[in-house]
Structures are given as C-alpha cells and as structure tokens.
C-alpha cells in the first residue's frame, strides 16, 4: 500500500529500497562524471606541463649533447692556441679545453637543471580537482549511509508490537 497514492493529497513517499535504488544510481552517475572531467584535467595539465617543460628539456639535451661532442672542434683549437701562445705543453692545453668543455657543459645542463625544478607545480590543477572529488565522495557516502540506516516511517509504523 506504500506506493499507492494517498487520497489526503499527501506527495507520495518513495519507499526506502527505491530511495536507496535511486541515491545510488545517482550517486554512481555522479562518480562517472567526476571520473571524466578528471581525465579531462589530467590530460590538459600534461599538455600544459609538457609546453612549460619544453625549454628546461631542450636545455638539458644540448647540454648533454654538448658534454658527449664536446665542442671538438673549437676544443682543439682552444688547446692548439694555448699551446702557442703560453709556455704550457700540448698534454696542459688539452687539458685546459677538455676542462673549459666540461664547465660549459655543467652551466649549461645545471641551467637546463634549475629550470625544470622551479616547477613544482606540474599537475596541481589536477591533484587539487582529485582532492576535492576524493573529499565530495567520502561525503556523499556518508551521507548514502545515513540514508540506508535510517528507518523509514513505512516500516515503523507497519511492523507490530511483539
């Protein structure tokens, strides 16, 4: 007799298993959205992660490619010039390139370095947005379980005394 319509015109009360049905699938529907926006998220913070990265990754790989070539060229020459133009031995000279190379290559890598740590915030938007959704489900549960446990005034009020 629950869910027939009352004649006092009375709205109609949805009976507890429904309600729990109902809270349920909204609830879930609710998670599915959640869960697509933050793949949405996700997926635009690492493109945007990825432009601002662009620079300190380049940096870095020149500064490795420029540690594994090592300028020859211009290294020898270096070397070749100290030679000539100081009392230093040919062995000193190169010795003087290989590490004016290795300097350079630390400046460089340590720049590339430096840039790519002053971004902490990589995928902040995201991991705030899984926060706040981590923190709306917990709540939503809690509130489902109330929901569940509470008894209804249908059952109450149908069961007899023992």
């Not at 429904?18 to 997926?43: F, H, N, W, Y």
């Not at 070749?80 to 460089?108: H, N, Y």
């Not at 709306?136 to 109330?146: I, M, N, V």
């Amino acid at each position: 007799m629950v869910d027939q319509a009352q004649v006092n015109g009375a709205a109609k009360v949805e009976a507890a298993p429904r309600a729990v049905a109902r809270s349920t699938g909204e609830l879930l529907q609710d998670l599915v959205t959640l869960a697509e926006l933050q793949a949405r998220l996700l997926i635009l913070d690492i493109r945007d992660g990825a432009q601002r990265l662009l620079w300190p990754v380049g940096l870095l790989l020149v500064g490795m490619a420029v540690a594994m070539a090592c300028l020859p060229v211009a290294f020898f020459t270096l070397a070749l010039a100290l030679v000539e133009t100081t009392k230093l031995t040919l062995a000193q000279a190169f010795g003087v390139s290989l590490l004016s190379g290795m300097v350079l290559t630390t400046l460089i890598a340590g720049l590339g370095w430096a840039l790519s740590r002053q971004r902490p915030d990589l995928l902040e938007r995201s991991r705030a947005e899984w926060q706040q959704n981590v923190k709306w489900t917990k709540h939503a549960l809690r509130r489902l379980g109330k929901i569940t446990s509470r008894p209804t005034e249908e059952n109450s009020s149908t069961r007899s005394p023992r």
